[in-house]
C-alpha cells in the first residue's frame, strides 16, 4: 500500500517549514507575506503528490475545516446549477471546498440537510430556504454558524441575504408586453408561498393595474412546483384554451417557459402572431429557439460572486457586521423575437373593419 503524502513529507521535499507550508494550503499566503513563487511551489508539489489535506486534523488545529455547505432547490435547473458552479470556483479560490445538496423544495429535506452540513462542521452555509424553516435558520443565528440566504427570504426573519428585484424585473417585463401592444396577458407561475414568485406575481398585477387594464383571476394560472413536465405541459395547455381571448403568455421561471413552449408547440400555436411569450430567468434554449425569447435575465455570475464573499466576510470575520446585509441585485430586461410589437396588419385589419361599417 502507497504510504499517504502527508504536510510533513512536502514541507520537506520544499525545504520550508510545516508551518509556511500550511499558510500555503489554507489560503494565507498574502496575508503572511508568503511570496507568490514559494506559494506556486507548494501548489503544484501538492498537485503532483496528490496530497489531500486531513480535514478532521485541521479543524482541531484551526477551528475551521474550510469547507461550506450550498443547499439550493434544483442543481438541475439552469438558474441554481449556473450559480453552484461559479460559487464552487469562487470558494477554490480562497481555498474551501462546497458541499452541494438540492431540496427540491421540500421542508423535511432542507431541514435534514441543515442538520447534515451542521454535523459535517461546515464553516458556513449558503441556503435557499423552503417553507417551514424559520426554526432551523435561527438556530443557525443562535449558534453563531454563518449563512447567507439566496434567491429568496424567509418573512419574519433577519438574515444575510442576497437576492433578485423580482418585483422590479415582473414589473418591466409586463410593461414591455403592454407597450408592444399587448393587452390580455396570462401570467403562469408556481403555486406557494416562495417569496420571489410571490413578489413577481405582484409586479405583473402592478403593471397590469398601471395600465388601468386590471388582470382578472382567470388570466392567472398556477401550478404546484412537485408536478411532473408532462403535468404542467397540459395545464397550460388547458389554459389557453380556456382564454382564447389571450395574446400573450408571461411565465415567472425559465422552467414553466420551457414547458410552455412545448404547449403552444403542441396546441399549433406560433410565437409571436397567436401569442407573445416572455419568461422570467433566462435559459440557452430561450436564446437559440426560433423566435428567441424574451426574458428578465438575473446576472447570475454577480449573485454568486456576492453570496460567496458575503459568506466568506463572516466565516473569516474580517468586518464586524452590525446589522444582517441584504443585497438586491437588478435584472435585465432582454428584448428578443417573442414579443416584437404586434404588426401593423392588425391596424390595417382594424381600420378596414371600421370602413366597412361605414
Given at each position: 500500500m502507497t504510504k499517504k503524502v502527508s504536510i510533513k513529507d512536502i514541507a520537506k521535499e520544499l525545504e520550508l517549514s510545516i508551518t509556511t507550508v500550511s499558510f500555503v494550503i489554507n489560503g494565507k499566503s498574502e496575508e503572511m507575506g508568503i511570496s507568490e513563487a514559494t506559494s506556486s511551489k507548494v501548489l503544484e508539489l501538492i498537485k503532483k503528490r496528490d496530497y489531500s489535506p486531513n480535514n478532521a486534523a485541521r479543524l482541531l488545529r484551526t477551528g475551521k475545516s474550510n469547507t461550506i455547505g450550498l443547499i439550493v432547490e434544483d442543481l438541475g435547473n439552469y438558474f441554481f446549477g449556473n450559480i453552484a458552479k461559479v460559487v464552487e470556483l469562487e470558494a477554490s479560490k480562497r481555498g474551501y471546498n462546497v458541499f452541494l445538496s438540492s431540496t427540491d423544495n421540500n421542508p423535511k429535506t432542507a431541514k435534514a440537510l441543515i442538520r447534515k452540513m451542521r454535523n459535517s462542521s461546515v464553516d458556513g452555509m449558503i441556503i435557499t430556504p423552503t417553507k417551514d424553516l424559520t426554526q432551523e435558520l435561527e438556530k443557525l443565528k443562535n449558534d453563531k454558524i454563518p449563512f447567507v440566504l439566496l434567491d429568496r427570504t424567509v418573512p419574519g426573519l433577519s438574515a444575510n441575504a442576497v437576492v433578485l428585484d423580482n418585483f422590479k424585473g415582473a414589473f418591466d417585463l409586463t410593461r414591455h408586453l403592454l407597450s408592444n401592444g399587448y393587452k390580455k396577458i396570462g401570467f403562469v407561475t408556481i403555486h406557494g408561498d416562495m417569496s420571489q414568485m410571490?413578489?413577481?406575481?405582484?409586479?405583473?398585477?402592478?403593471?397590469?393595474?398601471?395600465?388601468?387594464?386590471?388582470?382578472?383571476?382567470?388570466?392567472?394560472?398556477?401550478?404546484?412546483?412537485?408536478?411532473?413536465?408532462?403535468?404542467?405541459?397540459?395545464?397550460?395547455?388547458?389554459?389557453?384554451?380556456?382564454?382564447?381571448?389571450?395574446?400573450?403568455?408571461?411565465?415567472?421561471?425559465?422552467?414553466?417557459?420551457?414547458?410552455?413552449?412545448?404547449?403552444?408547440?403542441?396546441?399549433?400555436?406560433?410565437?409571436?402572431?397567436?401569442?407573445?411569450?416572455?419568461?422570467?430567468?433566462?435559459?440557452?434554449?430561450?436564446?437559440?429557439?426560433?423566435?428567441?425569447?424574451?426574458?428578465?435575465?438575473?446576472?447570475?455570475?454577480?449573485?454568486?460572486?456576492?453570496?460567496?464573499?458575503?459568506?466568506?466576510?463572516?466565516?473569516?470575520?474580517?468586518?464586524?457586521?452590525?446589522?444582517?446585509?441584504?443585497?438586491?441585485?437588478?435584472?435585465?430586461?432582454?428584448?428578443?423575437?417573442?414579443?416584437?410589437?404586434?404588426?401593423?396588419?392588425?391596424?390595417?385589419?382594424?381600420?378596414?373593419?371600421?370602413?366597412?361599417?361605414?
Open positions: 410571490i413578489e413577481r406575481e405582484s409586479g405583473y398585477l402592478a403593471a397590469m393595474e398601471s395600465s388601468k387594464n386590471p388582470c382578472t383571476k382567470e388570466l392567472v394560472l398556477k401550478v404546484k412546483f412537485d408536478d411532473s413536465a408532462e403535468i404542467m405541459i397540459l395545464s397550460i395547455m388547458s389554459f389557453v384554451k380556456e382564454n382564447p381571448e389571450l395574446e400573450a403568455l408571461f411565465f415567472a421561471t425559465n422552467y414553466l417557459g420551457v414547458h410552455g413552449i412545448e404547449a403552444l408547440k403542441q396546441l399549433g400555436k406560433s410565437m409571436p402572431d397567436d401569442l407573445a411569450v416572455v419568461s422570467f430567468d433566462d435559459n440557452d434554449l430561450f436564446r437559440l429557439f426560433t423566435p428567441s425569447i424574451t426574458v428578465a435575465s438575473q446576472p447570475l455570475k454577480q449573485i454568486a460572486v456576492e453570496t460567496i464573499e458575503l459568506l466568506l466576510r463572516l466565516i473569516e470575520n474580517d468586518v464586524k457586521l452590525e446589522a444582517p446585509v441584504s443585497k438586491v441585485l437588478e435584472p435585465e430586461l432582454i428584448e428578443r423575437q417573442s414579443s416584437i410589437q404586434k404588426p401593423l396588419w392588425e391596424f390595417e385589419q382594424a381600420l378596414q373593419k371600421s370602413f366597412n361599417k361605414l
